[in-house]
């Protein structure tokens, strides 16, 4: 009975191995993946050697991963993320905006410098000897400031003033963030009230001002008290420039062209680039470069052009950048008309796609690549996602899974196409009737032999 059940257990696992194998071998390439920190779901930024295992004609469609059953786990594109929020604080000075002159001859006039500074123009001596009753702070940038905290005063008065506080871009437009903060200074030893933060909140911006409503301050235009600024910002470019992956490339050939000279580049693999930066080696060297991405394979490779790059070296060390959208890239052309004594160096920059997988069947995990026709399957992994960010912090994502080196698991042959066996139906098929062509022959001159016989009988 033991042998009977240990030969239905075979039999009932010979479909899962076969389905194992069949995984395991429809794609050429495999990589460990590194999930040391215990988690529901690992995120996955495709390497360079990744892009070159996958066949470029898949989309990267033949990407899976398995668990250690050699089982595909659901498994996708990392869905959009909301941009990164980063905490802000600045001590800075609150500028004085002195009161205009009672006849309005005397405006003061709130200006910008190129880099957005303050500079505030005050035309007479009459407008900056009336005491201010509003004040600016220039927060650097545009931020959602929470709070503005006063300094602590060193004077013997007390205070209790209101202000409000109003934001603006541009020092033109403004729009109200608090209309009556109250700040309050009482010195009574012990019993002392010190309320010197202000709630500020609201859409980010650059510049604050704060004017009184009401009560007078403890300070004046001389001795004007710093603040701090509070709060977070988004800035999704830089975050988005701070995650590039940058390479710096020599050229693999360089000849020339017409008037000029061409510099060729070869990527380690068909990369999504949308940026490039080109140093001159050479001291007091100035040249226009037009960048150019080979389009097709082969025969039918053309060129097509990106990007139009100045490049200027008189002082040092310089570069110059250009960028473009993502496009997948394996080989670039720079041309020049300028004579030039070395080649100039190539560095490319790319945002490498993330996926994500959850943790099905347990690890260890391995990411599959290369298929000619294996296709990875639609998972509904966003759904997945917004369960989990519902069950952790507010700011939580996947942990990244980090890929290891490549091992051959099908092999190359598994991204070329499958050899069709040899179809014997139509030699067989001209085999049956040439036979039969011969066998009617055959009758018909045995026919015509038996006819004359039967002729030269008497």
Do not use: C
């Amino acid at each position: 009975m033991r042998l009977d059940l240990r030969w239905v257990l075979a039999a009932s696992l010979l479909p899962l191995a076969a389905a194992h194998a069949s995984t395991m071998t429809d794609y050429a390439y495999g990589f460990a993946l590194d999930t040391k920190n215990e988690s529901e779901a690992y995120r996955v930024a495709l390497s360079p050697a990744v892009y070159a295992a996958s066949r470029p004609d898949a989309g990267l469609r033949d990407i899976v991963v398995i668990n250690a059953q050699g089982r595909p786990v659901p498994f996708a594109p990392m869905p959009p993320t909301a941009p990164q929020v980063h905490a802000y604080s600045l001590k800075a000075k609150l500028l004085p905006l002195p009161t205009s002159g009672a006849d309005g001859k005397d405006s003061v006039r709130v200006e910008r410098t190129a880099n957005g500074d303050i500079v505030i123009n005050q035309p007479s001596a009459v407008a900056a000897a009336l005491k201010p009753v509003q004040w600016l702070v220039d927060a650097r940038r545009s931020v959602a400031i929470d709070h503005i905290d006063i300094d602590a005063l060193d004077s013997e008065h007390d205070m209790q003033i209101q202000l409000a506080v109003e934001a603006s871009d541009d020092l033109q437009h403004w729009s109200g963030r608090n209309d009556g903060a109250t700040i309050v200074s009482v010195k009574r030893g012990e019993d002392a009230v010190d309320q010197r933060s202000i709630p500020v909140g609201g859409e980010p911006a650059r510049y604050y001002r704060l004017r009184i409503i009401d009560g007078a301050p403890a300070w004046d235009s001389e001795h004007t008290p710093a603040v701090e600024l509070s709060g977070h910002y988004t800035d999704p470019a830089a975050d988005h420039a701070a995650s590039l992956q940058w390479q710096t490339m020599q050229p693999v050939t360089s000849s020339a062209s017409g008037n000029g000279h061409d510099y060729d580049y070869a990527l380690p693999a068909r990369l999504p680039l949308e940026a490039v930066r080109v140093t001159l080696p050479d001291a007091n060297t100035a040249a226009l470069f037009q960048l150019s991405a080979q389009a097709g394979e082969g025969g039918s490779a053309s060129w097509s052009p990106l990007a139009s790059i100045t490049v200027v070296r008189v002082a040092g060390k310089t570069t110059a950048d250009a960028s473009f959208p993502p496009q997948r890239v394996q080989h670039l052309r720079l041309h020049t008309d300028t004579p030039l004594l070395q080649a100039p160096a190539l560095a490319v920059a790319w945002l490498p796609d993330e996926f994500v997988f959850l943790a099905e069947g347990g690890g260890p995990y391995r990411l599959l690549a290369g298929s000619y026709a294996a296709r990875r399957a639609d998972y509904p992994v966003a759904a997945a996602l917004d369960s989990l960010h519902a069950t952790h912090p507010e700011d939580w994502q996947p942990p990244l899974a980090a890929l290891g080196a490549r091992s051959d698991v099908g092999g190359p042959q598994a991204l070329a196409a499958p050899k069709v066996p040899y179809d014997w139906t139509k030699p067989l098929l001209w085999v049956v009737l040439v036979a039969g062509a011969l066998a009617v022959g055959g009758m018909a001159l045995s026919l015509l032999r038996q006819s004359k016989r039967e002729d030269a009988r008497p």
